[in-house]
């Protein structure tokens, strides 16, 4: 898990070779005007998820892990938790792996939890379970798809 100011980006462009096209899209987009729903940048091997929606309790924000795409999440409106754990410390599975949306959660608590604001960014590898969109109110966000 990567947590940082957007100014940082440019640190983390030789983790992946399409993170520096992906941080270029989110710094050169009008993120406000984005519509919720996909929009793609590279077809599936790299794409943006916007969406609007209100926040959750802790408790039913649930640990998720991808397999086939890193995310990069960025908050354009608000404030939003995540609870984070080590993927290899989770144990609780609401069920199988969804091998088609890349997604298996689960109900662990999370190690820690940490927030973000705009101008921020959070970078979750499949060696990370998260639970996003823990907080009070509503949030616009981005989620950079990036294949693996």
């Known amino acids: 898990m990567i947590f940082d100011s957007l100014k940082n980006r440019a640190q983390y462009y030789a983790l992946h070779p399409r993170f520096e096209r992906a941080f270029n899209y989110i710094v050169s987009t009008d993120l406000e005007a ?70 298996e959660f689960f109900d662990d608590e999370p190690q820690t939890y940490y927030e973000l604001k705009p101008g921020q960014f959070t970078i979750f590898m499949p060696e990370d379970a998260h639970a996003p969109m823990v907080g009070e109110g509503e949030v616009k966000k981005l989620i950079v798809k990036v294949r693996r």
Do not use: M, T
């Open 34 to 103: 984005l519509e919720p729903g996909r929009h793609e940048i590279d077809g599936e091997d790299l794409f943006v998820n916007v969406i609007e929606c209100p926040l959750k309790q802790p408790r039913e924000a649930k640990l998720e892990v991808h397999d086939r795409y890193i995310d990069i999440q960025v908050v354009v409106r608000g404030r939003e938790r995540f609870g984070w754990s080590e993927r290899a410390d989770v144990r609780q599975s609401l069920g199988a792996f969804d091998r088609e949306k890349d997604i």
